[in-house]
């Protein structure tokens, strides 16, 4: 499994910004698909955003469309999820995700626990 690290989460008001970022291997970088799920608490996990490395296509759940962007530093071997006109919906623990089937991760939003995690950054909205 890959090591992966996020950061970046906090409280912010309604409106406002947060960017994540998951550092990632840098071997997988050409490999795996990388993808942002959140849990809110009492709820059931959700697919946010994915990005493939094969062809750079990005995806995202309705959740995020409009709001959220996925991107990729690659000197730097680390995914952003930018966040903007943040709701209190969107609070809950964000984790990055690993996978080599673009497929099942970015359109299906079927993550395993095979799949490689990092173990989360608390993003709190909330005025």
Not at 62 to 82: E, H, M, W
Not at 96 to 103: K, M, Y
Request: hydrophobic residues 35%.
């Amino acid at each position: 499994q890959l090591h992966l690290v996020e950061s970046g989460g906090g409280l912010v008001q309604p409106g406002g910004s947060l960017r994540l970022s998951c550092q990632v291997p840098g071997f997988a970088m050409n490999y795996y698909a990388i993808g942002w799920f959140r849990q809110a608490p009492g709820k059931e996990r959700e697919g946010v955003a994915c990005f493939s490395w094969n062809d750079a296509m990005t995806y995202y759940t309705d959740s995020a469309k409009g709001r959220f962007t996925i991107s990729r530093d690659d000197p730097g071997n680390t995914v952003y999820l930018q966040m903007d006109t943040l709701k209190s919906d969107d609070t809950g623990v964000y984790y990055c995700a690993a996978a080599p089937n673009v497929f099942r991760l970015c359109q299906l939003w079927r993550p395993l626990s095979d799949d490689s995690w990092g173990p989360g950054t608390q993003v709190t909205v909330s005025s």
